[in-house]
Each structure stands twice: as structure tokens, then as C-alpha cells.
């Protein structure tokens, strides 16, 4: 699926850049701020572990359990051991295992250990599985990390993402403003319609180009006018002749009328068609629109110029909705077609109306 509409690829940009900007900043919050905190952590806890491992013979045992220091060490810390066949083990296995912790810890202690992390009833628990403790388990509980700790920092990034997402959205919909008013007037164009200027609104790039706008209408207004004042010109100029030729022929002696009807047939014609073209000048106002019925507009000229004697006039009239229009345009225009057959045709018209989908 393509996004072809500017202000959506804008949009999909900026959320994009934002979430790859959101995990950058949990990855270098991760890097340079929890993982040495996280390092130090092990140390301090791999220090304490060892301070129950003991290895004086080299024994498999290696726990001493009765020592009064390190048993008031365990109970300050919570840490309690537990064999791998008790029931509270079971938590052991659903755990998470935590890669870098086990390397670290590993490190630290100098035997392998697998480090797992759950989620318990009133905070997470680290269980270590230590290889010098085979059929022990150790249990750690994080009572400084809960659950709901995690809960402001999720929160408050989504609303610092929404809010900016907000924001870019009403920033990219106010520069697309002028965009959409350029785009309503640029149809009011192509509609043989002149708006007045645009006012200039936006960014720099947008400024200029709705001056350009304006200057581009303000030309075509200039030779709109140009043309209309050449076409009045030359329809006045043409008809300046035309009216003496006919007041000429109106003053032809009566042997020649024959000739005088002639004349002035053509002269009306020539009026016609200039009257055409002044009207084919003047500005189409939709306002001034009204419904037009086209049965009674074609019936009307059926019953006009099928009057004649050689001329047989057939009408066809289907039932129609209203079409809106200038009402003296289209008898106009259906009115030459009309008049052309009568003129070129062989005696027989049939006009019909109808409508398509």
C-alpha cells in the first residue's frame, strides 16, 4: 500500500524516527547506565556468595552452614537456599535465564552459574544455580525492584511519544493548510473561474509558491480580458459594415428584392454567429443556474421549426430529471443543432432525449 499523500508520508516519517530515537535512548540507557550499575551489582553479589563458599580441602560440601557471621549475612540479604527437588524449585525452572548475569557471575565466582530471573509475589527473585552447590539452589529476593517500578518509565515515554506525535501532527496539518486552499482555488481555475489572490500564509516554500499562484491568475485574468476586448472589437468592427450592406439593400428598387432577401438573410446570419461568439465571451455564473427541462425545451423547437412545408420533425421525449443550467444557453446550442438540419438535412428530423448513467 502507497502513501502518496505528503502529510502521510510525513507522518509515517516522524513516528518512524521517534520510535527508532525511543529505542536508541532504552539502548544507551542500557548501555551506559544500567549495565555498569548492573556489573557492579554481581561484583558485590558475587563477593558475598563467595563469602559462603569455602574451600579449604577442596570439599564437594563447601558450604558452611553453622557459621554465625555468614548465617547473619544470608538472613540481612534474605537469601535463602533451597534443594533442587523442593517444591519452591519449581519457580527455579520457570524462570528466565539472563545470558549476561551468568557470564558475570560466572566470572566472579570461578565456577559456571546460571542466573534466572521471576517475577514473585511482592518483587522479582534471582535464583542462582551454582555448579561448587549441586543440589542447592540459591534464592535472592530484589525487594528494592518491583513490578510497578517499571510502570512510570513505560507511562511516561508513551505520553511523551503521544504528545510529540500530537504535535507533529498539528504542525504538519497547519503547513498542508495553504496546500489545501491552493488546491481549491487551482479547480476554481480549471473551471473558467478567477478567485482573488490567495493570501500568503505558511512556510517560506509555500509564500512563494502561492505569489506564484496569484501572479499566474492575475495573467490569465489579464488575457481573459485581453480576449474579451479583442472579440468586442472585432464584433463591432464587422457589424459596422453589416449594417450599412443591409440599409443599403433595404434601399434596392422592387425589381430587385429577390436579390435584397438574399442579402439580408446573410447579413442576419453573419449577426448570428457574431451574437455566438459575444456570448461564447461571457463568464459562466453557476449561481445564476436554475433547473432546466430539456422535454419541453425540445418540444418547443420541434414545434418552432417544423412548421415548414417540406420539413417532418419526429420528437422522441423520454422521462428526465431536472438538469441545471443556463435555460437560454442550452435552447441556444440545442437550437443551431436544430437549425443545421433543417438547413443540411434531407427533410427529416427526429430529435430524442434520454439520459445515461
Not at 516554500?205 to 480580458?225: C, P, Y
Request: with cysteine.
Amino acid at each position: 500500500m502507497r502513501f502518496r499523500s505528503s502529510f502521510t508520508q510525513s507522518i509515517l516519517l516522524f513516528v518512524t524516527l521517534l520510535i527508532a530515537s525511543q529505542v536508541y535512548s532504552y539502548y544507551a540507557v542500557f548501555n551506559y547506565a544500567l549495565l555498569p550499575s548492573l556489573q557492579q551489582f554481581n561484583k558485590i553479589l558475587g563477593h558475598e556468595i563467595n563469602l559462603m563458599l569455602v574451600h579449604p580441602d577442596h570439599n564437594d560440601n563447601g558450604l558452611v552452614m553453622d557459621a554465625p557471621l555468614r548465617r547473619q549475612i544470608l538472613e540481612r540479604l534474605g537469601v535463602t537456599i533451597h534443594a533442587k527437588d523442593s517444591p519452591i524449585a519449581e519457580q527455579y525452572h520457570q524462570a528466565i535465564s539472563i545470558d549476561l548475569m551468568s557470564e558475570e557471575m560466572t566470572h566472579e565466582l570461578g565456577t559456571p552459574t546460571d542466573v534466572r530471573m521471576a517475577l514473585g509475589e511482592e518483587s522479582y527473585i534471582l535464583w542462582l544455580n551454582i555448579e561448587a552447590m549441586p543440589e542447592s539452589l540459591i534464592r535472592i529476593p530484589l525487594s528494592e525492584l518491583q513490578e510497578e517500578d517499571f510502570a512510570p518509565l513505560f507511562r511516561n515515554s508513551l505520553l511523551m511519544a503521544l504528545l510529540i506525535i500530537a504535535g507533529g501532527w498539528l504542525f504538519m496539518r497547519l503547513q498542508n493548510r495553504p496546500l489545501l486552499a491552493l488546491q481549491k482555488v487551482a479547480k476554481e481555475v480549471g473551471r473558467g473561474e478567477i478567485p482573488s489572490p490567495l493570501p500568503e500564509k505558511g512556510s517560506t516554500e509555500i509564500r512563494s509558491v502561492t505569489r506564484a499562484f496569484n501572479q499566474m491568475s492575475k495573467g490569465i485574468q489579464a488575457l481573459e480580458d485581453d480576449r474579451a476586448l479583442l472579440m468586442a472589437g472585432i464584433s463591432h468592427d464587422l457589424r459596422t459594415p453589416l449594417t450599412r450592406i443591409r440599409l443599403a439593400t433595404e434601399m434596392m428598387s422592387p425589381q430587385d428584392s429577390y436579390l435584397a432577401e438574399g442579402i439580408i438573410s446573410d447579413t442576419e446570419e453573419c449577426n448570428e454567429i457574431i451574437s455566438q461568439f459575444m456570448d461564447y465571451l461571457k463568464p459562466v455564473n453557476k449561481q445564476s443556474f436554475t433547473a432546466v427541462d430539456l422535454n419541453d425545451i425540445a418540444q418547443d423547437l420541434a414545434h418552432s421549426e417544423g412548421n415548414g412545408e417540406h420539413i417532418e420533425i419526429i420528437t422522441e421525449l423520454n422521462q428526465l430529471k431536472p438538469a441545471f443550467g443556463s435555460p437560454i444557453a442550452i435552447k441556444r446550442s440545442i437550437s443551431n443543432l436544430v437549425v443545421n438540419a433543417v438547413r443540411y438535412g434531407n427533410g427529416w428530423i427526429k430529435i430524442s432525449t434520454g439520459m445515461t448513467a
